[in-house]
């Protein structure tokens, strides 16, 4: 699995254990929505650990939490040049 993919589950998941909106968590996570948004429809392939460090913020866990999940057993990063026109946020 791509980690863009594993991070799209597990943010997906975190918002139904939270039963949070992208919206809400934005506001508690201090990021705009889109950052959210665009993670969870899978356009950004790649965030930033800074990105996903303010959504741990905004669930009030660790990042060791947010990673502590089945899918990041077998994550694969994205190849940078086949893949030049990914969106990095």
Not at 14 to 41: F, H, Q, V
Request: aromatic residues 8%.
């Amino acid at each position: 699995m791509l980690l863009s993919d594993a991070i799209n589950l597990r943010i997906n998941e975190l918002l139904k254990e939270y039963n949070l909106t992208a919206y809400k968590l934005s506001y508690r996570a201090g990021i705009s929505n889109s950052i959210i948004s665009d993670c969870k429809r899978g356009k950004v392939k790649e965030p930033t650990i800074s990105s996903i460090i303010h959504i741990c913020e905004g669930l009030n866990i660790e990042l060791k939490d947010f990673f502590d999940s089945p899918y990041f057993k077998d994550v694969e990063a994205i190849d940078r040049f086949e893949h030049n026109d990914s969106k990095v946020i």
